[in-house]
T-cell receptor
Framework: GAVVSQHPSWVICKSGTSVKIECRSL??????MFWYRQFPKQSLMLMAT?????????EQGVEKDKFLINHASLTLSTLTVTSAHPEDSSFYIC??????????????FGSGTRLTVV | GENVEQHPSTLSVQEGDSAVIKCTYS??????FPWYKQELGKGPQLIID?????GEKKDQRIAVTLNKTAKHFSLHITETQPEDSAVYFC?????????????FGQGTTLQVKP
């Protein structure tokens, strides 16, 4: 089945530094990638949607200059948290779809990245 | 935009009993309704999904029902086992050739007592 590899699984960084999270689709073309954020005991909140080769579309309230998304290829998308602060500590999860293949509807999720900013 | 409401937030059942989780959605254009199981520290795993052209779908102990008129859908787990204990999320999307972003419910923590 479709697999999305997300790295790192956890990261600790100092306040003010930037952190990059990668998601790779291993056996399908991720034409669309979604990035979610999940605080403890809460639901997944959509941050942004990106299509390969295009700028990401951010949800209301999400700072695009703080959460940089790059989706330059059909198999790789990255989320960079810039100038991270303790309030950015969260569980970040990517999800990929192959919207270019007829009959392919599934959303494949990565395993998540636990970010802790100290 | 789409809004998904999920109930209950917590559910405790005895092993072997059934569990039912309910969700409502707001956007009548939504046509894809998956259910996910999430274990601590992991990404969500799809357990079953249903499309708007179907009223019910079953996969062994798991079933999902959809009422398009009322805009609600439910997850049914029969013969629950301790390993079913996890957080369950419903979601909804408008599945099209475009992005079809998935909006999640608030989640239900299911505890199955041995």
């Amino acid at each position: 089945g479709a697999v999305v590899s997300q790295h790192p699984s956890w990261v600790i960084c100092k306040s003010g530094t930037s952190v990059k999270i990668e998601c790779r689709s291993l056996d399908f073309q991720a034409t669309t990638m979604f990035w979610y954020r999940q605080f403890p005991k809460q639901s997944l909140m959509l941050m942004a949607t990106s299509n390969e080769g295009s700028k990401a579309t951010y949800e209301q309230g999400v700072e695009k200059d703080k959460f940089l998304i790059n989706h330059a290829s059909l198999t790789l998308s990255t989320l960079t948290v810039t100038s991270a602060h303790p309030e950015d500590s969260s569980f970040y999860i990517c999800s990929a779809r192959d919207t270019g293949t007829v009959g392919s509807y599934g959303y494949t999720f990565g395993s998540g990245t636990r970010l802790t900013v100290v | 935009g789409e809004n998904v409401e999920q109930h209950p937030s917590t559910l405790s059942v005895q092993e072997g009993d059934s569990a039912v989780i309910k969700c409502t959605y707001s956007d009548s254009a939504s046509n894809y309704f998956p259910w996910y199981k999430q274990e601590l520290g992991k990404g969500p795993q799809l357990i079953i999904d249903i499309r708007s052209n179907v009223g019910e779908k079953k996969d062994q102990r798991i079933a999902v029902t959809l009422n398009k008129t009322a805009k609600h859908f439910s997850l049914h787990i029969t013969e629950t086992q301790p390993e079913d204990s996890a957080v369950y999320f419903c979601a909804a999307s408008i599945d099209s050739s475009n992005t079809g972003k998935l909006i999640f419910g608030q989640g239900t923590t299911l505890q199955v007592k041995p």
